[in-house]
Every structure is written in structure tokens, then in C-alpha cells.
């Protein structure tokens, strides 16, 4: 399995995808720090980068190299291996290399200027959004045989998740806006891993804002250290169900 | 002429000094208790007090005199009494450590509680553990200085005002430090008075409160960290000057809360790290000029019942949202300030940006209708509501922008 997560693991490094994308992460992230004449700024823009940029990158890649090797899986499953341990390696793999591109492209810059507890919290999350992405993917890959269809799939739940999951919300917010919402807020957040990440890097970033009432209970909920480690476990949750899920499916599937 | 006009002088100073004597107090002296030593003393005279602890029940000081406290002795009202009552105009009372007043829900005890007198001076002392602090009812011309308060109740009806001034005209507060009170300083028709350089921590309520109080200047104070930080009220002609307000925070915890005030000005102050810098609400013809606003949640709050409001040459840094309102109608002038999150040019270089800066955002105005919206501050969908609301404006008032917006910070 170590082999085959190492193989993986650079040929994904090998990729010029990838190599481009760390290249433009490390870009986009130096121009907003020097650019701007405040590092909260630098941040801000760092932070869009992370909700926009970094999940859709991150599920599109996904999704498009799982099908491309679709060949490569077939002639490791003419071999002596358990599906699982290829399914896991696939995904190992991808993670790592994906986390370990986000980690230089954006790790590197906000240490060097930025290495205050919002910009720890950032590379964190960051990373956790990253692999959470790429296990969204291989739910959606394993789900759909044919290649165009699973990449739309991808970009649906990319929308989903950084867009039309907010719309919802804002509407249900409007739709009841006589009734005390925010105790149910804090629960839908843990249906979206993007909204969560906002959320814990929002506590370190807008604490003045936050202090106000309803502020105030979400910060009474997220900022203690139970609440720091909840909703980190909930994005573990985000990391292992979907991938769970296309562990069952792979094992079953007729390739 | 001269020379013997200051001959005439001298001596008549000195026939006046040569008039007062000096009675001193202690454990070691003739006179043990200070109520003995006022009852000696005659008008005019200084009594020396030294270090030891003095259970005087109430200490009622209803002559001219001069009270010198050495190396802070004690005054303790045993949690029965009211340590000092001051019934005289011209007193002096200096260098004592004041603790344990009575507590009453019907009598308002002080520390030191100055009754319908002029011309008193409190200075240098220390209160601990007082009701109210230092309370002066209906004075004129008394000069509060240097005293150190500090209080521990845990609750708002437990615990008095820190300096409480109700009636009184030309007051001078300066240079106090209050902690742990109800409101810090507490000013309830007060007129032609002066704060100045006070330091205002940690109080339960207000680190300030004012209320029809006209007139008044407040200068140099740092208010820091107060239950609900400052409340200015009902009054006019007020001027705040460099004051710093700090961390107050909580929903209703304001840097300052500017409530019906008139023909005021508020020039050079700096709001950090507030739930709202400033909450402005039915106020009038009001200039501020030369303050900054540097990580608050909200800089300014202003509310549409304000009319002729100037803001010009004020920095807004850092904040999650520079001006909040809540309608549309805008009778208030913003211009020539500084907005860190302004986007616009400067073509011909004169450090004026060429478009206008809307500081409503789209998102405070939904925040303001819908408090828990603020869980999806800085989502994508909210950016992308500000970004299509800064290029065609629905919701936002049209009226609310600076014209003039600088390019670069102010030296503040």
C-alpha cells in the first residue's frame, strides 16, 4: 500500500496541474500581502481565496484524475491487492499532494507575513478543506461512470457548498426571521465544511463584531475549546463518511 | 507705591496665616480621633492626620478646614456609616484611604459625599469598597483630583456610581482612577464642568454616564473594557476631545452612545476594538472631526433620525463594517474621510479618490434587519450580494457616501 500511495503521490507531484496550481497559490497569496498596505487585508483576500479557489480546484482536480486512471486501477486490481488498500491509497495520495500544495502555496506566504493565530487558522483550515474536497470527489466519481457526467456532478456540489448552500440559508433566515434562529444556526453550519472553516477563522478575524448578541452566541459556542474541537471533528466527519461511502461502493462495483 | 503696596500684602497674608493653626491627629498625639480634631480646629485651620486606621462612625465636616491625610490613613465605615460628609464650603480633604461605606437601596451613601457646598477640594485620596465614591449634590466650583477608586460589588444594584456629581455647576474631575463601580464618572445636570485625563476600567455599567448635562467638556480620559462603555445623553454643547475607548464590548456596549445630543463636537478620539465605535441616535448638529476608528465591529452607528452630523478627516481602519444605519433618509455629511476599504482612483494625484465611497455595505444593512445573518459574514454569496451592490445600490441608502474620499490614512 506504501508503494502504491508513493507512486501515486508523485505522479501527482509530477503533474503540471498541480505544480500550477501551487505556483498560483503562491502568487495570488504574496500579490495580496505585499499589495495591500495592511496584513488583515492580505488575510481577507487569502480567506476568499480559500472559500472560492482552493475547494473548487481541489474537487475538479480530484475527479479528473481518478477518472484518468481509471486504466491504472483496472491493472492494479489484475493484481494480488485489496481494493481497499488502492481505493486508500488513491485518496492518501491525492490528499497529501493536494494539502502539501496548498501548504506551500499558502502556508509559506502567510508564515512569513502573517504567522499570528488568524493566518494559523487559515493554513488549518485550509488544509482541512482541502482534503474534505477531495473526499467529496471521490464519493462523486465512484457514484458516476461516465466521465463528463462525474465532473459536472463536481462542479454542482462545488456550487453547492460555496454557494447555493449560503442562498438557502439566508433564505431560510428571512423566511423566519420572527422565530429565534441562531441555536439552529450553529447546527445547520455543521452541514457545509466551508461554512464551518469561515466560521473558525471568523472568530480569530471579526472577535469585535461578533461580540455583539447573536455574535455573541456563536461565539460562546465556537470559540471555547469544546467548540474549537467539535467542529473540527465535525470536518474530520466531512473528511471520513463520503470516503467511507466510496470505500463500500468501490468494494462493490462492477469496474 | 509698589513696594508698599506688596508691604500691605505680605502682611496681610501673613496676619491671615498667623490667624489659622495646625492641630495634628494621631495614635501618638493628644488628640486621638479626627472628629475631636475638627470639633479644635477653627475655621481656616489644617489638621494633620497621620497613618493608622480611624473607625469615626460619620465623619461630619462642617467647617472651613484643611484635611491632610499622611501616608493614607484609614476611614472606615464599617459597612454602617457614611466614612465623610462634607457640609462646608473651602474644605480641603486630602491623602486618606476611604473604605467600607454603607450599602442602602433608599440612602444614597458615599465615600466622600460633599452636601449643597462650593469650592471643595478632594485630592489624592483612595476609596476602596464604597457605595458611591465621591458624591457631590447641587456644589459649584469643587475640584476632584487624583483619587483612586476602586469597588468589588458583583452586582449593579450593589454597587454606586465611582465620581457621582447630581446638580452641580463648574466641577473639576481630573486625573482619577475609577474600577469596578456601577458607572465609572456619572454626571446628571451638571453644567460648565471639566473631565480630564480620568482613567475609567472595568465598571459594571458605564465608564461614563452623562444625562442633561450641557456644557461640558471630557478630555484625555481612557474608557476601557466597561460593561456598556460610554453614554453621552440629552444634553448639548458637549465636547469630547482625545479620549480612548477600548474593548468595550457586548451588543449593547457602545464606545459611545450619543443619544439626543446637540451642537456637540467630538475631535481627535480614538474608538478601538468596540463592539461599535460610536451609536448615534436623534442627534443634531454634531462635528467629529480628527477621530480614529481602528478593528471595531462597527465604527459608527448611525441612526436615521440624525440630522446635520459632519464627519470629516476621521480614519476607518480595519473595522468589519465602517458605518451601519438603519433607513434610508441621510441629512448627515460624510466627507474627507479616510476608508481603508475603499477601491477607487485617483487620477489627477491631488489624494482625493475621484469616486465616491459607500461605507453601508449591503450585508450590515441585511445584519441590521436579521441579527443571525451575521453567521454568514464573509461567505461567498454575501460577497458576491456587496460586490452587485456597490455597482447598482437597492438596499443601502444612495445618500450615505463620502465624496471625497481620501487616498492615504491621516496622521492621527
Known amino acids: ?255 | 507705591m509698589k513696594a508698599i503696596i506688596l508691604i500691605l500684602c505680605s502682611c496681610l497674608c501673613l496676619s491671615i496665616i498667623a490667624q489659622c493653626t495646625t492641630v495634628r491627629v494621631g495614635k501618638q498625639q493628644a488628640i486621638t480621633t479626627i472628629t475631636d480634631g475638627v470639633m479644635k480646629a477653627g475655621n481656616n485651620d489644617t489638621i494633620i492626620v497621620e497613618s493608622g486606621t480611624y473607625h469615626e462612625k460619620n465623619l461630619v465636616i462642617a467647617k472651613p478646614i484643611v484635611l491632610l491625610g499622611i501616608n493614607h490613613p484609614v476611614l472606615d465605615g464599617d459597612h454602617k456609616y457614611e466614612p465623610v460628609s462634607i457640609k462646608a464650603d473651602n474644605v480641603v480633604f486630602d491623602g486618606f484611604k476611604v473604605c467600607n461605606s454603607a450599602i442602602s437601596s433608599i440612602v444614597d451613601y458615599g465615600g466622600i459625599k460633599i452636601y449643597n457646598r462650593r469650592y471643595v477640594t478632594i485630592s489624592n485620596n483612595i476609596l476602596e469598597d464604597c457605595f458611591f465614591g465621591i458624591y457631590s449634590q447641587n456644589c459649584q466650583g469643587c475640584i476632584i483630583k487624583g483619587n483612586k477608586l476602586t469597588a468589588r460589588q458583583a452586582q449593579e444594584q450593589q454597587s454606586g456610581n465611582g465620581i457621582h456629581c447630581w446638580k452641580c455647576d463648574s466641577m473639576q474631575i481630573i486625573a482619577n482612577t475609577i474600577t469596578g463601580h456601577r458607572d465609572g464618572i456619572y454626571f446628571e445636570f451638571v453644567t460648565n464642568s471639566i473631565i480630564w485625563r480620568n482613567i475609567s476600567t472595568k465598571n459594571m455599567r458605564y465608564g461614563l454616564h452623562f444625562m442633561f448635562s450641557n456644557s461640558d467638556t471630557y478630555a484625555a480620559n481612557v474608557f476601557e473594557n466597561n460593561g456598556a462603555g460610554v453614554a453621552v445623553m440629552f444634553s448639548h454643547h458637549v465636547k469630547m476631545f482625545h479620549n480612548y475607548f477600548k474593548e468595550n464590548w457586548g451588543d449593547a456596549a457602545y464606545g459611545i452612545l450619543l443619544k439626543e445630543i446637540s451642537d456637540s463636537y467630538i475631535d481627535g478620539n480614538k474608538f478601538e476594538k468596540n463592539t461599535s465605535g460610536i451609536f448615534i441616535e436623534g442627534a443634531s448638529r454634531i462635528e467629529m472631526y480628527n477621530n480614529s476608528f481602528k478593528d471595531n465591529g462597527w465604527g459608527l452607528k448611525i441612526q436615521a433620525s440624525c440630522m446635520d452630523i459632519v464627519l470629516k478627516n476621521n480614519n476607518f481602519i480595519g473595522n468589519t463594517f465602517d458605518v451601519g444605519t438603519n433607513g434610508s433618509l441621510v441629512l448627515n455629511t460624510f466627507t474627507h474621510n479616510y476608508w481603508d476599504k475603499y477601491e477607487g482612483y485617483d487620477l489627477n494625484r491631488d489624494k482625493i479618490g475621484d469616486v465616491p465611497y459607500r461605507p453601508v455595505s449591503m450585508f450590515s444593512m441585511v445584519v441590521e434587519k436579521n441579527p443571525p445573518a451575521m453567521i454568514l459574514f464573509r461567505s461567498l454569496i454575501t460577497v458576491l450580494m456587496d460586490k452587485s451592490e456597490k455597482v447598482i445600490p437597492s438596499l443601502t441608502p444612495e445618500n450615505l457616501r463620502d465624496d471625497h474620499p481620501l487616498m492615504k490614512p491621516l496622521q492621527l
Open chain 1, 1 to 255: 500500500m506504501i508503494k502504491i500511495v508513493k507512486y501515486i503521490l508523485l505522479d501527482i507531484l509530477r503533474n503540471k496541474i498541480v505544480l500550477a496550481y501551487t505556483l498560483f497559490l503562491l502568487a495570488i497569496s504574496f500579490t495580496v500581502f505585499s499589495l495591500e498596505d495592511s496584513v488583515q487585508k492580505g488575510l481577507l483576500s487569502l480567506l476568499n481565496l480559500i472559500l472560492f479557489i482552493v475547494p473548487l480546484v481541489n474537487i475538479i482536480f480530484s475527479t479528473i484524475y481518478i477518472y484518468n486512471s481509471s486504466e491504472f486501477i483496472e491493472l492494479l486490481l489484475s493484481q494480488p491487492i485489496k481494493r481497499r488498500s488502492i481505493w486508500l491509497s488513491l485518496f492518501i495520495g491525492l490528499a497529501s499532494a493536494l494539502s502539501i500544495s496548498f501548504l506551500i502555496g499558502a502556508g509559506i506566504p502567510v508564515i512569513l507575513y502573517c504567522s499570528s493565530a488568524t493566518g494559523l487558522m487559515m493554513v488549518l483550515m485550509g488544509v482541512l478543506i482541502s482534503i474534505i474536497f477531495v473526499s467529496i470527489a471521490m464519493l462523486a466519481t465512484v457514484k458516476t461512470r461516465d466521465k463528463a457526467k462525474g465532473i459536472g456532478v463536481a462542479i454542482m456540489l462545488w456550487l453547492y457548498f460555496s454557494l447555493v448552500f449560503d442562498g438557502l440559508v439566508l433564505f431560510l433566515l428571512f423566511q423566519f426571521a420572527d422565530y429565534p434562529l441562531e441555536q439552529p444556526m450553529i447546527g445547520l453550519t455543521a452541514f457545509n465544511p466551508l461554512d464551518l472553516g469561515r466560521i473558525m477563522i471568523l472568530l480569530k478575524m471579526d472577535v469585535s463584531a461578533l461580540m455583539g448578541y447573536t455574535g455573541a452566541i456563536f461565539k460562546d459556542f465556537f470559540g471555547t475549546q469544546k467548540g474549537l474541537a467539535l467542529s473540527i471533528f465535525v470536518m474530520l466527519l466531512w473528511i471520513c463518511l463520503p470516503l467511507l461511502f466510496s470505500l463500500r461502493k468501490f468494494n462493490r462495483k462492477d469496474l
